[in-house]
């Protein structure tokens, strides 16, 4: 990227931060106003890794954004398969999946996962990133509706194109992790055009890991490129604290390695900010 492009992509992160914490300031109440916070400190889990990413984590018990980037948590990227988030509640509001066990018969043709090359239900290709089963969900519902849909969430750039079936993967559409965040949100809090049955069922897809009195809700992705991009995106929530905790991580794949170290580097976040227990499971602020 020339240095004009990298300028002018950190001022409109910069332009897209200062009108974030207006809009926060002008529609929250004093005592409850979402603060900004850079951590750099935070930059360290990539640096160990030789890699570049963002973390961005929003604590709503203690109305606090947290980013170890604050540029990059603004910069639009390929979904990847954190898509599957959207296309599923998609797939659910339509009726192509009457629930989470709606099932989806393997064609035979052997793909680069073993876990794809099996008959799969809309939980477990969720589970699995099985792309085959939501490539031809988009194929099944249409473009234009799938398009409506993602201008509706106000999904990133809002873009479903140019190939129906494919621009999550290698399209024009592209979200910050700020706006994964803000999608997240809208999802937890039932503010999108669904019906309390989609949300219900959706729960049930996205639920990663539960345990006594506490439950995460997340999902991974990965782009391919030079290098990759990688996420881990979701909330945790508790039964003593209805207030979640958000977080959206991307970083270049630079390794294949770097698939698990995306979910240790939330983990490890979480629990420090009280988030999360030392076993992994939430805990207190």
Request: positive net charge.
């Amino acid at each position: 990227m020339s240095f004009p492009r990298v300028m002018a992509s950190a001022l409109l992160a910069c332009l897209a931060l200062t009108a974030c914490r207006a809009s926060i300031a002008q529609t929250t109440p004093a005592d409850q106003r979402e603060r900004w916070e850079t951590r750099p400190e935070l930059q360290r889990h990539f640096d160990e890794l030789g890699t570049k990413g963002t973390l961005v984590v929003l604590d709503t018990r203690a109305h606090r954004w947290i980013a170890s980037d604050s540029v990059r948590a603004f910069e639009g990227f390929l979904p990847a398969s954190t898509f599957k988030i959207p296309m599923s509640l998609i797939a659910l509001e339509t009726g192509a999946a009457v629930d989470e066990t709606q099932p989806f018969k393997w064609d035979g043709t052997q793909r680069r996962i073993d876990d794809w090359n099996r008959d799969q239900t809309l939980g477990s290709a969720y589970t699995v990133s099985a792309v085959w089963v939501f490539q031809s969900l988009a194929r099944q519902i249409g473009q234009p509706t799938v398009q409506q849909f993602v201008r509706d969430f106000r999904y990133g750039n809002a873009v479903a194109g140019p190939i129906g079936d494919r621009f999550w993967l290698d399209g024009d559409l592209r979200l910050s992790a700020v706006g994964q965040i803000e999608f997240l949100r809208r999802v937890h809090d039932r503010a999108l055009p669904l019906s309390d049955r989609t949300y219900d069922i959706a729960r049930k897809v996205m639920l990663r890991d539960q345990g006594p009195g506490w439950r995460l809700y997340a999902k991974t992705g990965w782009a391919d490129g030079a290098p990759g991009l990688g996420w881990f995106v979701g909330w945790s929530e508790q039964d003593r604290d209805a207030r979640p905790v958000y977080f959206a991580l991307n970083m270049d794949m630079k390794d294949p390695a770097f698939s698990q170290k995306r979910v240790e580097i939330v983990h490890q976040v979480l629990r420090k900010m009280g988030a999360m227990d030392a076993t992994g499971a939430p805990g207190e602020r």
